[in-house]
DNA sequence: CTCTTGACTGAGG
DNA sequence: GCCTCAGCCAAGA
């Protein structure tokens, strides 16, 4: 089918959903992957809609490995405890460890 | 069409 | 390593 036929929410929403269990990305990753670099933010802001969508937004943060995203989520650790909950060293809203959770789509996918 | 907002990123001090 | 500034692009009013 045509990539036009997707909306840009809908092309982050599919590239969420295909992040492994226990890893995380960024937003600029995911929008390189969809061939908008520069549209990072964009990322984000579709990631406004995932809410009732079958998206794992908590794994998808910033670069710096930041939860950036969690005050979107309900409670203030949700994000924190869902990350955790898959094997990912959260502290202080910020990923440890993140080189060996990062996942880059355009690397391995 | 114009203006504002934003879950970002890279460069410079 | 931290803080600040500017660029980027799409959606909504």
């Not at 579709?46 to 079958?54: E, F, I, P």
């Not at 939860?67 to 309900?74: S, V």
């Amino acid at each position: 089918m045509k990539p036009e036929t997707l909306n840009f929410f809908d092309k982050v929403y599919e590239v969420a959903k295909l992040i492994p269990y226990g890893r995380v990305t960024s937003y600029g990753a995911i929008a390189k992957y969809l061939g908008a670099a520069r549209s990072a933010r964009m990322v984000g802001y579709a990631m406004n809609g995932s809410g009732g969508k079958d998206v794992p937004a908590h794994r998808v943060v910033n670069r710096k490995g930041l939860l950036t995203g969690k005050h979107h989520f309900e409670g203030t650790n949700l994000m924190q405890q869902l990350l955790e909950s898959e094997g990912v060293e959260v502290v202080e809203n910020q990923i440890q460890n993140l080189e060996s959770v990062y996942w880059d789509p355009s690397e391995e996918l």
